[in-house]
């Protein structure tokens, strides 16, 4: 979202870097990273329109502003034509130490109102930092605007002493879910391997780490403990990809 109360040759200015940004990602093929660019440059260049009173300097940005939000209506319906072929796909590369990748930050974007049901494929559900992460994970698919129903868990199953605290963890949550309505549907696997997340509404996402992704936080009092989004991660890669036909697990 481009910033509010610039002055107009500061937002010019501010514009012209975000538009330029948004062709060079449009010539590279990047276009859901084109399409946000376009969008806050035209917001920029929106405001700029606001403080301008000469009209023939206002004839100038209408027309490009103009021109502009038909390339970004073009990126977007080249984008759903792409996801009607499930042929749509965005990468994401997380790197050693980065912040700003809580749960919500990577999915919000795709949970509508639409999404009812999720399916959920990671082998490491086990261990008390994982449950915990699943438990947070949980927590924003009962937020709105979800309206989720049915979650599916399909995991390894842990050994040795671990088992029963794996177990009592995941019985739990799933005693807390149904306290909101929603049915937690938990199946084992031994030969589990691959790691990904479907949404009902098409939307599939692919974590090289799944959701352990994070380090451990320096102490139970430290920034990045509770709020995800300052919690320092591993270096994993996110592919997301979409497909009107989501196969169940």
């Not at 809580?102 to 919000?108: I, P, V």
Request: with cysteine; hydrophobic share 30%.
């Amino acid at each position: 979202m481009a910033k509010s109360g610039l002055g107009p040759e500061a937002g010019s200015a501010a514009a012209v870097t975000v538009i330029k940004r948004a062709l060079e990602l449009e010539s590279e093929s990047r276009y859901p990273q084109a399409l946000v660019c376009y969008q806050e440059g035209i917001d920029l260049l929106l405001q700029v329109l606001k403080g301008t009173k000469d009209e023939t300097k206002r004839c100038t940005l209408r027309k490009r502003i103009s021109e502009y939000m038909d390339r970004a209506e073009n990126i977007k319906k080249h984008l759903d034509q792409e996801k009607e072929a499930g042929k749509y796909h965005k990468q994401i590369k997380i790197e050693e130490n980065a912040t700003g990748f809580s749960y919500e930050s990577l999915f919000q974007e795709y949970l509508s109102e639409t999404v009812t049901e999720v399916w959920i494929e990671d082998p490491y559900i086990r261990h008390t930092h994982q449950l915990y992460n699943f438990l947070r994970f949980c927590e924003m698919l009962v937020k709105r605007p979800c309206k989720v129903k049915t979650i599916h868990l399909l995991t390894s199953s842990e050994e040795g002493i671990g088992k029963e605290q794996q177990s009592s963890g995941l019985q739990e949550i799933k005693e807390s879910l149904r306290n909101h309505g929603v049915l937690l549907d938990l199946e084992y696997s031994s030969s589990i391997h691959d790691r990904e997340i479907r949404f009902n509404n098409g939307w599939m996402i692919k974590i090289g780490r799944g959701l352990d992704y994070f380090k451990k936080p320096q102490g139970r009092f430290s920034l990045g403990y509770c709020d995800f989004d300052l919690r320092p991660c591993h270096e994993t890669t996110v592919d997301i990809f979409h497909n009107k036909h989501t196969k169940k697990i």
